[in-house]
């Protein structure tokens, strides 16, 4: 991005306190971290159908998620910010090119998920903070996001933070139930 310092996308460590009291620390995985968050996605996929993968399609090879996480850390277009207790990975949100086009280069995407135990103590927002001001470093313009149409809770801190419905994909997800869900599509403008 024009006038943006180029530098890897490396989150300092910090410590936040949640609601509850409870103490973590905030920082980008890195390559030790793989075990950690294959079990945290594979915990996180178990939990709910609010995220577009099955437990069984969670990436398990400890290389394969290695080389991923190195990716993240050496990109200066991606962020990954993850939140640990006493080592584990209870939630994670990350910052993402949606592509390297000219045309497009000034969006970008945001995943964030939390292991429910931790749900309903001010991590979604905490994460969502860091996730809009590292976005804002690398320079982009937009930041862009979808959910299940039912999955209100995460709607509304998304509204708190300032996103808006712009699209809603009808029948986009397909459980194996046979149930289907809309997709709703929110962005937020950075500049």
Same mark, same amino acid.
């Given at each position: 991005?024009?006038?943006? %310092? $180029?530098?890897?996308?490396?989150? /300092? *460590? @910090?410590e +936040? ?34 995220l577009?993968?099955?437990p069984? %399609? $969670?990436?398990?090879?400890?290389? /394969? *998620? @290695?080389? +991923? ?46 292991? /429910? ?12 903070e860091?996730?809009?001001k ?36 009808k ?8 149930t ?5 599509n ?6």
């Amino acid at each position: 991005m024009k006038g943006i %310092e $180029v530098r890897k996308m490396r989150f /300092k *460590e @910090k410590e +936040i306190v949640l609601k509850d009291g409870t103490k973590c620390i905030l920082r980008s995985p890195n390559e030790d971290d793989a075990k950690e968050m294959i079990d945290f996605l594979k915990t996180i996929a178990e939990e709910t159908y609010f995220l577009s993968r099955y437990p069984e %399609e $969670v990436i398990t090879d400890l290389d /394969k *998620e @290695k080389e +991923i996480i190195q990716e993240v850390l050496s990109s200066h277009r991606d962020v990954m910010i993850s939140v640990f207790i006493n080592g584990e990975i209870i939630g994670n949100v990350g910052v993402r090119a949606l592509n390297s086009n000219l045309k497009t280069k000034h969006r970008s995407g945001l995943g964030i998920a939390i292991i /429910k135990r931790y749900w309903n103590k001010g991590l979604g927002n905490i994460l969502m903070e860091e996730a809009l001001k590292e976005a804002e470093k690398m320079g982009y313009e937009q930041i862009e996001l979808a959910l299940f149409s039912n999955n209100e809770k995460a709607k509304h801190i998304y509204e708190k933070h300032g996103f808006e419905v712009w699209g809603i994909m009808k029948r986009a997800f397909k459980l194996k139930d046979g149930t289907y869900y809309h997709e709703i599509n929110m962005r937020k403008f950075l500049k």
